[in-house]
């Protein structure tokens, strides 16, 4: 049940900060779920969703650190590999 | 494929999972482990990710991997499960809960049960449903099951907020809110404990931040990565804590950057302690742990389930032949317990870890019965 998977916003409504909701695409799936814990985020950011909460706006920086790394990893175990 | 900016759309989930990269960082881990390094991967969803990836087996024999207690469905207690059941039996209620704890066997049948012999027992994927149910249902108490960790809290206090602003008084609680930092320090304080190094709950330091492990890392001199959630997340998780241990540093790092602010969510942090303050803690498998549960504040009192329909204290006995406090410590494997496939399968669970998902029981049940036993390859 600690699932919580990323969406992207595709649209948001209400203004107040308790109430404030967003329809969230997961790869084509459309649910609600209430943006009041992340009043940054705008139509469009990709968000981590838990029990219909968003809890973080994804960072596309920090995202394609992981693959600059591994990319840039010297591959010791094999020879003459990258 | 390597995602760039320019590329197509990162969606997250599939560029974590890339074979080649994985067994890119298969190697390297294998290259600079000198030893085998006992490491926890603190969340149930990394455990179910782990096992259905086999990266178990991928990185035996540097990495001995064991699972830790962060499903909440598998740490609550069997006399909160008991309280529960009482609750959703009684007329003119309605029970909502996640449906993980439907199967969750208390000291005389589950939920499930409950709900055959015609009680209102509901399902809801978000505790603010239960809030419009009871806005919809005024002349019913709605009573939602409060469990989780520091991950599930927030949405909880969101709903307890958004009830206290609609003015309903048909709407309660049942609370077995848990925190992780207290536990991992008592896995850590304890003699027996062979963990060298966590890998800490994305998610829950989402919300939460990093500055409450610092301390229990300098404490025990352990490597504490928070780590994410897909096999890339996993692999790189664990070789930064290899690396670590290897230079014999125990520091706090993050691997799931993309995710975690280092002082976490300050929006969901301020609500969630507006409703909720620490409270002594009944785990099932770890026991009695002081100011690691949240309870609700006596200004929120009116929401609490407990004292709205004075309910009484159940004893906690739990099934003998269950050897899930062991596992949850990270002393044993599932396939260790005798009653493992036998006696307790998913359909019929003795113990909670065989119920949820991500319950360690069932992740092996799943992907490591006989029959699957072969290493799967990566997703
Ligand atoms: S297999 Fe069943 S009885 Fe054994 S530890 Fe797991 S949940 Fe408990």
Redesign the pocket.
Known sequence: MCLAVPGKIESIHGEEALTRMGRINFGGVIREASLAFVPEARQGDYVIVHVGCALSVIDEEEALQIFQYINAMRDDSVPGGP | MIPSREGPDMKYLDEFRDVAMAQKLVRQIHHRASRTWTLMEMCGGQTHAIMKAGLDDLLSPCIRLVHGPGCPVCVTPMHVVDEALDLASRPGLIFASFGDMLRVPGSHGDLRGVKAAGGDVRVVYCPLEAVKMAIQNPSLEVVFFSIGFETTAPATALAVRQAQQAGIHNFSLLVSHVLVPPAIETLLADPDCTIQGFLAAGHVCAVMGCTEYVPIADRFRVPIVVTGFEPLDLLQGILMAVTQLEANHGQVEIQYSRVVRQDGNAAARSLMGSVFERISANWRGLGEIPASGLGLRAEFSAFDARKKFGLQKFADLDPV????GL?LRGLRK?VE?P??GAS?TPEF???A??VSEEGA?AAYYRYRTPSTSIPQPLP
């Open positions: 032949e269950c050897i899930s596992i599932p317990c009653c493992f307790c669970p003795l113990g870890t065989m029981c």
